[in-house]
């Protein structure tokens, strides 16, 4: 009894999820917004942790100034590098022109 109940419920369900019509354009929204809400984040995760390479890099520097065998300046040096690229990665849709524009980013129209 249970096994027929299980087959008539399954066959119910599939019946009123087939009745509606999702075209192309609609599955596309569904899928882009998930992305979009997923980029602003990658996108403000970059801009502070650019930031906080940065302010590690000055305060590295300051140590190296102190001791300069305990920190090398490549360190430093790095840390500048990496800090760079991450505060411009998000304005990488300005540079290339494609991609998530920062407007739709940051709620901007």
């Not at 249970?2 to 599955?27: D, P, T, V, Y």
């Not at 390479?53 to 590295?60: E, G, I, P, R, T």
């Not at 360190?75 to 524009?101: M, Q, S």
Request: glycine share 8%; proline share 5%; aromatic share 12%.
């Amino acid at each position: 009894m249970n096994i027929i109940l299980f087959f008539f419920f399954s066959l119910l369900s599939s019946e009123i999820l087939a009745k509606q019509a999702i075209s192309f354009g609609s599955m596309a929204a569904n899928i882009t917004e998930p992305i979009d809400i997923v980029a602003g984040f990658v996108s403000v995760a970059c801009l502070l942790l650019g930031v906080c390479c940065l302010f590690a890099s000055l305060v590295k520097y300051l140590e190296h100034r102190r001791s300069p065998l305990f920190i090398p300046i490549s360190t430093v040096l790095w840390l500048v590098i990496i800090g760079l690229l991450l505060l411009i990665l998000p304005f990488a849709y300005v540079i290339t022109g494609n991609g998530v524009p920062l407007s739709a980013l940051w709620g901007g129209s």
